[in-house]
């Protein structure tokens, strides 16, 4: 009996989530655009968001090009394959691995920032005051931060792509001695826009997920310096998960469109 009321309060606690969760979005996308537009503060938060997240983005990507090429040259070698190797590691960088890991690497740096950062002025009071002022802390705080995160991640994930194919260009250059220009000619050669249009719009809702959630968790953060730390964690932990769920969903949908 009492398993059971812990199953059911459970549930009760993760249904509650989603509906604060669905209110929150739905907030956010009333105040987007609400007058007045904080562009200086979107803009102060897209340089922190950017340059926060690059150099960790730049060295996962090359790692990434790198440990790819490297593993996967062998089985090719086997096969007689190998001078399809630019062509794979392009259509798998930028279709898949390119911009999910990307994503995970930024749910860890961004979405722990926005979640530490809103929680800590929750819990030093910062948030009532704004609100007792007359002030507007979710347009200030949410909208701008939320919004930051949905246009910096596509240009990360175009960065770390990039960087990704020169790892394997590296590797390619001094295990086959391939040349630039005909390496990343396979690469261009072989991706359409079938590939590039849909991994590019799925950045977008992941930068959207990181943002909401991030924001989400801190801004109804506990009070006390433990609520902060798990403002954090959770969302890192949520973000993660909703980024696989929204990647799955993404593939489900470009495979159903290209089938008809």
């Known amino acids: 009996m009492v398993k059971s009321n812990n199953i059911s309060s459970h549930v009760k606690a993760f249904l509650m989530e989603v509906g604060d969760m669905a209110y929150f979005t739905s907030r956010y996308f009333k105040e987007l655009f609400k007058t007045p537009f904080e562009f200086k503060e979107l803009l102060r938060q897209c340089y922190n968001i950017g340059n926060r997240s690059l150099l960790l983005v730049v060295i996962t990507g090359f790692i990434i090009g790198l440990v790819l090429t490297l593993q ?4 090719l070698m086997e096969f007689g394959a190998v001078s399809w190797m630019p062509s794979m590691v392009g259509i798998s960088i930028v279709r898949e691995i390119g911009p999910i890991i990307t994503a995970l690497v930024c749910a860890g740096r961004i979405g722990s ?14 948030i ?5 002022s007359g002030a507007n802390p979710f347009k200030y ?3 701008t931060r939320v919004l930051a995160a949905t246009l910096m991640l596509p240009i990360l994930v175009i960065v770390g792509d990039a960087v ?5 260009y590296l590797v390619e250059n001094v295990k086959g001695n391939v040349s630039f220009m005909l390496y990343f000619n396979q ?8 590939d590039i249009f849909p991994a590019t719009i799925k950045t977008f809702f992941f930068g959207l997920a990181i943002g909401l959630i991030g924001c989400y968790k801190g801004y109804f953060c506990n009070k006390g310096t433990e609520g902060v730390g798990m403002a954090a964690n ?18 489900l949908v470009t495979d159903i469109f290209y089938d008809l």
């Open 113 to 126: 920032g926005i979640g530490a950062e809103l929680g800590s002025m929750r819990v030093t009071e910062q």
């Open 72 to 75: 996967t040259r062998p089985t």
């Open 164 to 168: 990704a194919l020169f790892g394997s």
């Open 234 to 251: 959770s969302a890192v932990v949520v973000t993660s998960l909703m980024l696989f769920i929204i990647d799955f969903v993404a593939v």
């Open 141 to 143: 705080l949410v909208v």
């Open 128 to 132: 009532d005051a704004m609100e007792v």
């Open 187 to 194: 690469v261009f050669d072989a991706l359409e826009f079938s």
